[in-house]
């Protein structure tokens, strides 16, 4: 029996019509092969434009459906949808393009016109070799990975246990809290970040739900959305966590000083270490790059001072497989090396700091005890602030940081607090952004208590000094370009309000997720407006900075959706998974294996008895790359079989008419 | 003589330069209506068998377009298009068309103003080079 195509040529109001002659489009349809019903109409996408397909499905018995609108990622559901009510399969339908690649980009309107009849006749040539395919559903394994305990981690951990399912929250670091932990106060509340996050902490560790991995990686991930297996490695702490207490004698006894990473370099740890004051797990680790023994020298004294005999040298990283459903990224943020911009001085004055740095000077458990000092131990009688230090810079990142000008209205504020307010504090900045929920009141508070702004990126941070009065202090050397003049301010301290980047090793880890990253490299997110926590990658979920820079209550916010994303899969506990995946034509297949060797998801397999390829369906992702290269073309993606591609290359490059006829009233010749 | 308008194919994958025409669409970037586009999933699965079709049946210029390298939606289909497409130029060679007529470019999601360039660009560029050889070789 012959196809029955019904063609529905949209107006978009005026969007597609008039410039593109919809009506003529339509009558032009007409004429096509198997075309028994061609209509144009104000806006297919409404109510009354879906009910004419579904009445013209059932009264003409249509057994395929094209619809020439806007792009098929705006309203390719709506239409299946629409197929779908009216008991058509949703893959007996083809939708083309004729807005945002015609109408609206062509200047001419007969040649748009002549464009929307070929994109049109190529939908119609291609829909009569359309298969119904139907929708696996797949079950969905209730457990949740969250990978990355800081505050997104937490936060995704804490909402997903609450609704009764499992968390496997797996952290790199040997205690969870990430860069939240290592802030003093948190603007522009001045709560402090640790009285705010450490009961967070705390409840996670008490959570039975949530199964806390530290000092853990995800190595590798396998599957497919609601079936994930993922590889943990727990590396070897070389400290049994059953038997440690926590008493710390170790901490005192181990005789090797390194840099702390929790302190950013101000301070000192042992090679046997607590990750942070507030650390959860309240645990040491010995930092197998430092230790004595590890490294073959004599030692063992954390061994021999140990009351619980809680120290394994000889402990190995152990690999788990986790099941899970669905995958929440947490994995944070890197704060940007302001080595590079050698101008600001940065690691050549010892009294030019990172942001982060100044917050653990700051911090009343951090090197100083809180006390805002200079290295020297006198405190700052004057401290310059610079802003946009690696953001906002086209040789660096062209994004904004997002948190950087409340960050450094905040120091302001504490400076001022701490040693009084005749200290001087210069901010030096681009532009102010204080958007979120008072930030602009708390701008005007740190205005009003009698920090200095000065619009302009500075120069440079020099010790050479002009004038007697400039010995011995840093300059900042600056162009108000607010009053058009050069400055050169004197300060005992400089702060770099650093960028925050994406984690070095971002690449390989979107690689291990099967994840994008965007143009500056943060994890890419479904759509920008309205997919900002899913990813292109089905039950893959995105939170807090990873995706981008963003302050606490954003970063919370984005983990709670994610978490909720999730929660969704799993209660709901089943899933469609697409049916437009690879298909082997037993048949047809030779088996020489090319295509296993080409398949990025490692979903096909060799049938040994029968020497031919197979296709895991359930791993299929449909890229197409087995049939693209198959050389028997056995290969083929349902919905975007050779079939389809050819009869669509036909429709658009086959002549229509002779061009005369888009001019005239006289009905298409075809 | 009326001028010659070329006929343009362009395989284009679904996550990336698809994405940029329809953004181009939305910013309204006129572009030369000779360009008409297929929509695949990914570059990786366009068959060398769809530009040569293209190509014989009155295409004077295949257009392939996808992600950039690493973005790939499907991990690195995008570089297998890439070796397919030089492989395919040596071969267009020799049945004596020009390489020219196939392009491979990587248009990012976001990059609209560069898929309208990129368009008009190659609609100059073989309106330069002038009609397909293949209808002289008979192949029609």
């Not at chain 1, 702490?237 to 950013?264: A, H, I, Q």
């Amino acid at each position: 029996m012959a196809n029955r195509i019904g063609v529905y040529i949209c107006h978009c109001g005026t969007n597609i019509h008039p410039k593109v002659d919809t009506e003529q489009v339509a009558r032009f349809a007409k004429g096509l092969k198997n075309v028994v019903a061609s209509k144009d109409y104000k806006f297919m996408c409404s109510e009354p434009g879906q009910d004419m397909i579904i009445r013209d499905i059932r009264s003409w018995s249509l057994n395929r459906v094209v619809v020439a609108s806007c792009s098929p990622r705006i309203h390719e559901k709506t239409f299946q949808n629409a197929c779908l009510r009216a008991g058509l399969n949703p893959f007996l339908f083809q939708m083309t393009c004729i807005r945002e690649h015609c109408s609206w980009i062509t200047e001419d309107s007969e040649e748009a016109t002549l464009k929307a009849m070929h994109l049109v006749a190529a939908a119609v040539q291609r829909v009569n070799y359309h298969e119904e395919l139907y929708s696996r559903v797949q079950t969905v394994h209730p457990d949740v990975l969250v990978v990355g305990a800081g505050i997104s981690g937490i936060q995704a951990a804490l909402d997903v246990a609450k609704a009764g399912l499992k968390a496997h929250l797996v952290e790199r670091a040997p205690s969870i809290g990430g860069h939240m932990a290592q802030f003093d106060k948190t603007f522009p509340t001045l709560d402090c970040a640790a009285c705010i996050s450490t009961p967070k902490m705390v409840a996670v560790a008490q959570e039975p739900n949530i199964n806390l991995m530290t000092y853990s990686e995800v190595t590798d991930v396998n599957g497919f959305v609601g079936n994930y297996e993922a590889t943990v490695r727990m590396n070897a702490r070389y400290v049994d966590l059953d038997k440690c207490t926590g008493c710390g004698l170790c901490l005192e006894k181990c005789p090797t000083n390194v840099d702390s990473e929790f302190e950013e370099g101000l301070a000192k740890r042992k090679a046997i270490y607590r990750y942070s004051p507030q650390a959860v797990p309240n645990k040491p680790t010995i930092d197998k790059d430092s230790c004595r023994v590890l490294n073959g020298k004599k030692c063992g004294v954390c061994e021999k001072f140990c009351p619980s005999g809680a120290i394994d040298y000889k402990q190995e990283d152990v690999e788990v497989k986790l099941q899970v459903g669905t995958i929440i990224l947490a994995t944070g943020f890197d704060v940007f090396d302001p080595t590079p911009l050698k101008q600001y001085g940065f690691g050549r004055y010892p009294e030019v700091y990172t942001g982060l740095q100044f917050e653990r000077l700051n911090n009343a458990v951090g090197p100083t005890g809180g006390k805002i000092v200079k290295k020297d131990g006198t405190p700052p009688e004057s401290v310059g602030i610079i802003h946009c230090v690696g953001s906002r810079d086209a040789n660096h990142h062209p994004y904004c940081s997002r948190v950087c000008c409340m960050y450094a209205l905040k120091y302001g504020h504490l400076i001022m607090d701490k040693i009084g307010h005749h200290v001087k504090i210069h901010n030096f900045y681009i532009d102010l952004r204080c958007f979120g929920k008072g930030y602009e009141e708390f701008l005007r508070r740190v205005q009003e208590e009698g920090v200095n702004f000065v619009r302009g990126r500075p120069a440079e941070v020099t010790d050479q000094a002009l004038t007697p009065e400039e010995q011995g202090k840093l300059m900042v050397v600056c162009e108000d370009t607010l009053l058009g003049r050069n400055l050169r301010v004197p300060v005992d301290m400089v702060i770099l309000c650093t960028a925050m980047e994406p984690r070095a090793d971002a690449a390989e880890v979107a690689r291990i997720f099967g994840i994008s990253q965007g143009l500056d490299s943060f994890f890419l997110e479904e759509h920008p407006k309205l997919g900002p926590v899913s990813t292109a990658t089905d039950g893959v979920f995105l939170a807090g900075t990873c995706q981008g820079p963003k302050d606490i209550p954003d970063a919370v916010s984005h983990a709670s959706g994610a978490a909720a994303q999730a929660i969704a899969l799993a209660s709901k506990g089943e899933t469609a998974i697409s049916p437009t995946v690879s298909y082997i034509d037993p048949d047809i297949c030779v088996g020489c294996k090319t295509c296993i060797g080409l398949c990025a998801y490692s979903a096909i397999e060799f049938d040994e008895r029968r020497k031919i390829s197979v296709v895991n369906q359930a791993m299929c992702k449909g890229c197409g790359s087995c049939a693209g290269h198959c050389p028997s073309g056995a290969a083929q993606v349902r919905h975007f079989t050779e079939r389809e591609i050819f009869t669509e290359l036909s429709g658009l490059l086959d002549p229509l008419a002779p061009r005369s006829v888009v001019s005239t009233e006289a009905e298409p010749v075809v | 003589m009326e001028e010659f308008e070329p006929t343009i194919v362009a395989f284009v994958c679904n996550w990336c330069t698809y994405t940029a025409a329809d953004l181009a669409g939305t910013a309204r970037m006129v572009q030369s209506p000779n360009v008409r586009l297929v929509r695949m999933m990914c570059t990786g699965m366009v068959d060398p068998k769809y530009v040569i079709k293209a190509l014989l049946s009155g295409a004077d210029a295949v257009l392939i377009s996808g992600c950039h390298p690493g973005d790939c939606h499907y991990i690195n289909g995008n570089y297998k298009a890439r070796r397919r497409v030089k492989l395919l130029s040596e071969i267009l060679t020799t049945v004596g068309l020009d390489p020219r007529r196939l392009k491979l470019t990587w248009i990012g999601a976001s990059e609209g103003n560069e898929f309208a360039e990129t368009v008009n660009e190659l609609v100059r560029d073989i309106k330069a080079l002038g009609p397909s050889e293949a209808a002289s070789l008979g192949a029609m």
